[in-house]
């Protein structure tokens, strides 16, 4: 049995979608974007990736009457002391690029030799907006950056993101190697199992 039917995505991200869509499939959950109900994006003023993700998905539960699945997620640098973190997508202003977004981090970084990061997810889930439970599951992947891009896959930082492993950046890595070892995958995973003990 699954543990509900249907759930909102708090997200107006399409790359998102398909992929929580396919980390669902098994529990046969249909997957609504909030654009489709007419919910527009929340604001995200917290200093936290979890404060952001539980907002995001209270506002959607709340205004679609669904359970809701919203993910907060980005790239901290070590020697900025956590910088983009919350404020990846938003790195260099409005409106958002990730290009500017790059330059802006490897600008900050001129002259410092300490190029470790990681990326980290948090995902939270609400069965309802007035849940006093949310599930919550979060994922982390270690890298370093570099100042030159490699790769023309993937999306936001992963030209400059070097995975720690492999050798390859973000943007190089086929998909499904990727998701193995990013930070959204890891919380996509231990999000799934959760739901599967619920099921």
Same mark, same amino acid.
């Given at each position: ?33 909030? =654009? ?5 994006? /929340?604001?995200?003023? $917290? !200093?936290?990736?979890? #404060?952001?993700? @539980? +907002?995001?998905? *209270? ?57 470790? =990061? ?5 995902? /939270?889930?609400?069965? $309802? !907006?007035?849940?006093? #439970?949310?599930? @919550? +599951?979060?994922? *982390? ?59």
């Amino acid at each position: 049995m699954k543990p509900f039917p249907r759930l909102v995505l708090a997200s107006a991200n399409e790359g998102k979608l398909r992929e929580f869509r396919r980390l669902l499939t098994p529990l046969d959950i249909d997957v609504i974007p909030q =654009a489709a109900l007419g919910i527009p994006e /929340a604001d995200e003023p $917290h !200093a936290t990736f979890v #404060e952001n993700a @539980l +907002a995001k998905a *209270r506002h959607a539960s709340r205004l679609g009457r669904l359970p809701a699945l919203a993910d907060d997620s980005g790239v901290c640098v070590a020697a900025l002391r956590g910088a983009p973190g919350v404020q990846s997508a938003r790195y260099a202003g409005e409106p958002r690029s990730d290009r500017r977004n790059n330059d802006k981090l490897i600008a900050d970084l001129a002259g410092i030799a300490d190029r470790r =990061a990681h990326y980290y997810c948090v995902l /939270a889930l609400m069965r $309802h !907006a007035d849940d006093p #439970e949310p599930i @919550l +599951a979060e994922g *982390r992947w270690d890298g370093t950056i570099l100042d030159t891009p490699r790769g023309a896959a993937g999306f936001g930082y992963d030209p400059h993101f070097l995975d720690a492993e492999s050798g390859l950046t973000g943007a190089e890595l086929p998909l499904a190697q990727k998701n193995e070892r990013s930070h959204r995958g890891k919380a996509m995973r231990a999000l799934l199992a959760r739901l599967e003990t619920e099921s």
